[in-house]
């Protein structure tokens, strides 16, 4: 069964910065997409960021380009996104899930599992 950790979030300053780790387990294939996505309330689910498990691949939404940092440590199976200068624009659910047999995937109908999210708070 697959399954993700999601830590790190938390109320922070506007240009301050937070870590965000998500660790999963029960993966069967070696083909795969994991992203990040953020829901603020009464929005719709929006993809942040992603990495491709078959080259390392990375994407970004323009909204966090320069600003935000995903990777992998293959070893801890756990993905990380470092967030920097954040904005109250940025507070948000944050997500992390999966999307098997995809290189890389930004729309979250793509993915197949998710994790419990973590709550981020930017303060202005």
């Known amino acids: 069964e697959v399954q993700f950790v999601e830590s790190g979030g938390g109320l922070v300053q506007a240009g301050g910065s937070l870590r965000l780790s998500c660790a999963a387990s029960g993966f069967t294939s070696d083909d795969y997409a994991i992203g990040w996505f953020r829901q603020a309330p009464g929005k719709e689910r929006e993809g942040v960021s992603c990495i491709s498990s078959s080259d390392g691949s990375t994407y970004y939404a323009d909204s966090v380009k320069g600003r935000f940092t995903i990777s992998s440590d293959n070893a801890k199976n756990t993905v990380y996104l470092q967030m920097n200068s954040l904005k109250p624009e940025d507070t948000a659910i944050y997500y992390c899930?999966?999307?098997?047999?995809?290189?890389?995937?930004?729309?979250?109908?793509?993915?197949?599992?998710w994790g419990q999210g973590t709550q981020v708070t930017v303060s202005s």
């Open positions: 899930g999966a999307a098997f047999g995809v290189v890389a995937a930004m729309n979250p109908r793509s993915y197949d599992y």
